[in-house]
């Protein structure tokens, strides 16, 4: 039972509790469930949770979104809020611009980021449902009275012998019980299980009733999923950005918090910021750097290597795959990587200095920025040797 709200943005500290504060003398050594998931949180970086002899310390990072542990709701915003985030969000996403705040009088600079995503799912469905939902043709086999179709002669003994007026026929009704509907089903009653306001949840459910009549309810897992995203073609384009919100409630709810972490259950919806400040930067790049082709997450491969000799786990060679490569007629032109980090609140880590360092000794400009490797003098060139200064 949720006794207490704590909301929080990212990036924000909470020191020791004081007196007053709904943090002041929680503990949660009654509840092992919650103490699980504050661990979890903490180790996965999303949450930084710590137990104190007065009661719980907050450290956020770019996770936002809201979760409950024990007693307690917290709600973690992005510092980028209401329409300017919406906004954002429609350009890095490709979502379509449904006036969706003048639709529903809701109070942007109150809605929460989980609830921005539903609004705009709410918004997207309501277009398909006036549109009309895709209908694919389906193979049917049944008795029919008056033929259509293939009629299955072979059948047919099987209905003389017993006088039926109908004939058995194979047929393909265009029907709208397919995948991609079925998940945009599932995806609505996902919407409707979280915890959100009564006006937005009761417009969710309405919605996901008015679709139902016409298919077969399925549980809207990973795998249902993925069938249905691959199912997307010309025909169904207008599906795309109710699917993509759809799959970053799939991905979140329940707290599957980063695409590498394995997933933590719990009753809640957690997102990370980076992935959104990613696909907002691959789309600004690849929209404006003309002449240049930009490919995402591309693996990179024997950049590194074990040498065959001291390799006794026989370890396979590491890869990398940053964020975006900069490509012209098949070259790399650069190695870019998006860090979404508060420096007035974080500095930056060694472990960012030493990869973005990384990249920046490997692009191929003249003369090399943060490179330069001296010419090699008479004496050296015998012994293979050369000097390499970086500067910062």
């Known amino acids: 039972m949720i006794r207490h709200t704590v909301n929080l943005t990212e990036w924000e500290d909470i020191g ?10 929680t503990m949660l050594a009654d509840n092992p469930e919650a103490r699980r998931f504050a661990r979890e ?12 002899a007065s009661g719980l310390e907050f450290r956020t990072s770019s996770f936002v ?34 006036h969706l705040f003048a639709e529903v009088g809701y109070a942007t600079s109150s809605a929460s980021f989980e609830d921005l995503l539903i609004h705009q799912l709410a918004a997207e469905t309501s277009e398909l449902i006036a549109r009309g939902l895709h209908r694919d043709y389906l193979r049917t086999d049944s008795m029919l009275t008056s033929p259509r179709g293939r009629i299955n002669f072979c059948d047919c003994v099987q209905g003389v012998s017993r006088a039926d007026v109908a004939l058995p ?3 393909h009704p265009r029907s709208e019980d397919n995948k991609i509907n079925q998940a945009l089903h599932g995806g609505l009653e996902l919407a409707a299980g979280m915890k959100l306001d009564r006006e937005l949840g009761g417009r969710v459910r309405r919605l996901a009733k008015s679709i139902v009549a016409g298919i077969t309810p399925r549980k809207l897992d990973a795998a249902a999923f993925e069938e249905a995203w691959q199912s997307l073609d010309r025909r169904t384009g207008t599906y795309l950005p109710a699917l993509t919100l759809i799959k970053m409630l799939l991905n979140t709810h329940g707290a599957a918090l980063t695409e590498n972490a394995p997933n933590i259950a719990a009753a809640g919806f957690l997102f990370d910021m980076n992935r959104f400040f990613q696909a907002l930067l691959s789309r600004f790049l690849g929209e404006n750097l003309d002449g240049y082709e930009v490919e995402d997450e591309k693996i990179l491969r024997s950049v590194f290597s074990y040498d065959p000799a001291n390799n006794p786990r026989h370890c396979s060679h590491p890869k990398l795959r940053p964020d975006f490569m900069v490509m012209r007629k098949g070259k790399i032109v650069a190695v870019l990587d998006a860090k979404y980090r508060d420096l007035w609140e974080r500095n930056l880590p060694r472990e960012m200095l030493y990869q973005l360092a990384l990249y920046a000794m490997g692009h191929p400009c003249s003369p090399p920025r943060g490179l330069r490797q001296p010419a090699a003098t008479p004496a050296a060139k015998g012994r293979h040797q050369s000097a390499i200064k970086t500067y910062i």
């Open 65 to 98: 979104g809201r979760f409950a542990l024990g007693d307690l709701l917290v709600t973690i915003r992005p510092k980028i809020s209401g329409l300017r985030l919406m906004n954002l969000l429609r350009y890095a996403y490709r979502l379509r611009h449904l």
């Open 16 to 25: 020791e509790p004081r007196q007053g504060s709904p943090l002041y003398g």
């Open 169 to 171: 026929c194979t047929h």
């Open 41 to 52: 949180l903490t180790e996965k970086e999303c949450v930084e949770i710590l137990e104190l």
